[in-house]
């Protein structure tokens, strides 16, 4: 697990307050670096460095998941006025991709889509959690309004998975297939069940969510 | 038990309180408790044998339950309880049933130590895909088996061709026709009687719960299952559940499956948070026995050393302080076919006789694939019954869970799912091939070298 070392004391704070969780602080110093005018970029890095050190934590379980929403809730608190900044400056931290959430049908366990969720955005994409229980026709209403690039299907239950059928389906059905990746994860999920039904990604975990919705996004 | 409509109303009018805030609450009160009583899992000790800490659980649950209470998501409303009520409800819950019919009916004990019972051993795969084509013989492998007590049906996933779906016209289907199938399986087996723990398993919803509350699909010498939402939650499909056991009197039994490094913390956080859920659902319920199904965040199976140990501290807690008739799952990352999922068997059936459970069987592949057979349910079996006549004491026990674990636990990053049951079985006559025999000799000769001693 990788600890980071700052140069600047006070983004050291900040990174520490990031890993540390249990201080609410590190929007308080993110607004006090940004009022000694220390760069905007630098403070966002020291905030994602923190969160994703949170989430290395997690995975190895020497944190849990109320920490890590906490975490991610802490990092959305200073980006509200961060972004600001970048955007006075034209400056982007470059969001990696726009992805919608969802349990299948008649799914309604929650944690692993909760974890995923807060995993990806710790890793700059921008999450739109639609929930559990979903119907595959407003999955794919929203991906098209939040001008989605992943659609990204949640299931423990065996019973459910023919819903994820449903939706492929129906993408192509709407003409939009093309428009979407669209990956599974969850506990009934299997990489041949993927396949079987021509999703384009099977995520195991969310650290390899992360990983196969970069590499499906970079090669979009 | 306490009048049910106390339950719902309770369900309708309690506090209200948002999800988020509750699981927020709930983290914040397991991790307050476990620092309290200083709760520590130690990776080195699997099996516990620390009366303190197992008391300290017991307490530390018992103030949690009391703290939460269990929250209905379809109402937002907290069904609490106070202290009073739920000791009563512990103290009134069956102790001991017969569960099944005539020669084939077993009991099913509320395990202390040293009260001279083995556990009652469940065999079957819950939560596994099946086929039309292969469910009966997967389920006749397990009848056969003639130390399995108990019998659990893996779940149909399509009928004529067609994909079961949650909440969907064919759960119904599906439920009834696993258990005529689980039924057929036991006859064939000349062990009609048998008890069918958690019937209904191809159905996610009450549909299927309802579909077979009928002396010919679920008699009322067999049970069904009602989970407890992870963490400490409730729905009104849960009691819907509940309110055709309390006029249909098949026997019923809680499911309560925290989530290590979930809402309630690391291990220390979800063995209070089982035991809290056990407790919930013994009060809100009224079920007459207990499924633990702690799940490992990143790795599901209840064989890693975070959720046996969960299992072995909640099983010593109970036992001593308020027995219930507790089924540990006991599910493998391997499958059949392979060492390694008799390695994970092992372990498993050690430590849990070794902490006063019974199981409620094997779960193959955390059942995703329908890879599992009648021969590592024999295996655990056997494991349970030399611990038990071996006397291990919790030391011995957990040494042999520490060197089987060394086994299999590479597994965990790089699965070995085995082979489908048509390619370890022979599925006409229903006996093993001789490839997956000699693996399960090989496994048995080295597990009895490490110091277990096997009847036969």
């Known amino acids: 697990m990788e600890y980071y070392k700052f140069e600047n004391p006070l983004l050291q704070e900040i990174y520490n307050a990031m890993v540390e969780i249990d201080s609410d602080n590190a929007p308080a110093l993110a607004k006090k670096a940004l009022q000694n005018e220390v760069d905007v970029l630098q403070i966002v890095d020291a905030l994602t460095k923190g969160i994703n050190t949170v989430g290395d934590r997690f995975e190895a379980m020497e944190c849990f998941l109320p920490e890590l929403i906490i975490a991610a809730g802490l990092m959305n608190e200073a980006m509200e006025f961060l972004r600001p900044e970048l955007d006075k400056r034209d400056l982007s931290v470059g969001a990696s991709g726009t992805i919608v959430v969802a349990n299948l049908q008649g799914d309604i366990h929650d944690i692993g889509r909760n974890i995923a969720t807060v995993m990806l955005q710790a890793s700059g994409f921008v999450v739109h959690d639609l929930g559990h229980d979903v119907k595959p026709d407003l999955i794919i209403d929203k991906a098209v309004e939040l001008k989605a690039d992943v659609i990204g299907l949640s299931s423990l239950l065996t019973t459910s998975l023919p819903y994820a059928k449903d939706t492929i389906n129906l993408l192509k059905e709407r003409g939009l297939r093309e428009k979407f990746k669209v990956v599974m994860g969850g506990a009934a999920v299997t990489p041949d069940y993927c396949t079987s039904i021509q999703a384009d990604g099977y995520c195991k975990d969310a650290a390899q969510g992360i990983k196969v919705i970069s590499s499906l996004i970079s090669g979009k | ?456």
């Open chain 2, 1 to 456: 038990m306490f009048n049910f409509y106390e339950i719902l109303r309770r369900a309708e009018e309690g506090p209200y309180m948002k999800e988020n805030d509750f699981d927020m609450k709930l983290f914040k009160t397991a991790t307050n408790l476990g620092k309290e009583y200083s709760l520590k899992f130690d990776r080195d000790v699997i099996v516990t044998a620390d009366d303190k800490m197992a008391d300290a659980v017991f307490e530390g649950g018992m103030r949690l339950a009391i703290e939460m209470g269990m929250l209905s998501v379809s109402t937002l409303r907290l069904i609490q309880f106070n202290e009073a009520e739920l000791r009563l409800a512990l103290k009134v819950a069956p102790k001991e049933m017969l569960l099944g019919a005539g020669k084939d009916a077993r009991t099913m004990r509320a395990r202390t130590f040293g009260n001279g019972h083995p556990m009652t051993v469940c065999g079957g795969c819950p939560g596994t895909p099946l086929s039309e084509d292969e469910f009966l013989p997967v389920m006749m492998s397990y009848a056969k088996e003639p130390l399995i007590d108990i019998i659990i049906s893996g779940s149909l996933t399509r009928i004529e061709g067609m994909d079961v779906r949650t909440n969907g016209p064919l759960e119904i289907r599906a439920s009834r026709q696993e258990m005529l199938w689980v039924r057929e399986a036991l006859e064939r087996a000349g062990r009609p009687g048998m008890h069918i723990y958690a019937s209904g398993e191809s159905s996610a919803t009450e549909l299927g719960t309802l579909a077979i509350a009928n002396e010919h699909y679920m008699r009322t010498t067999d049970s069904h299952m009602i989970p407890v939402l992870s963490e400490l939650k409730t729905d009104n499909a849960r009691l819907s559940r509940v309110m055709t056991g309390y006029e249909y009197p098949a026997f019923t039994t809680s499911l309560v499956n925290p989530i290590i490094g979930g809402f309630a913390g690391g291990p220390t956080g979800a063995a209070l948070a089982l035991a809290a859920g056990i407790i919930l659902a013994t009060a809100a319920y009224a079920v007459d026995m207990h499924c633990l199904h702690p799940i490992h965040n990143k790795y599901i199976s209840v064989s890693t050393k975070e959720a046996m140990w969960v299992d072995s501290i909640v099983g010593r807690a109970f036992a001593r302080n308020a027995p219930l008739a507790l089924l540990a799952d006991a599910w493998t990352t391997a499958g059949a076919g392979t060492a390694a999922i008799l390695y994970e068997t092992a372990a498993l059936a050690i430590a849990q006789e070794s902490s006063a459970l019974n199981t409620d069987s094997l779960g193959a592949t955390n059942g995703v694939y329908p890879n599992c057979s009648g021969l590592e349910a024999r295996f655990f079996a056997e494991c349970v019954h030399a611990a038990f006549n071996q006397k291990l004491s919790p030391g011995q026990a957990n040494s042999l869970v520490l060197q089987l674990f060394d086994k299999y636990k590479d597994g965990f990053e790089n699965p070995d799912y085995g082979l489908p049951f048509s390619q370890v079985y022979d599925p006409r006559k229903i006996v093993p091939t001789q490839t997956w025999l000699d693996i399960y000799h090989r496994v048995k000769d080295e597990v009895a070298g490490m110091g277990l001693n096997f009847i036969t």
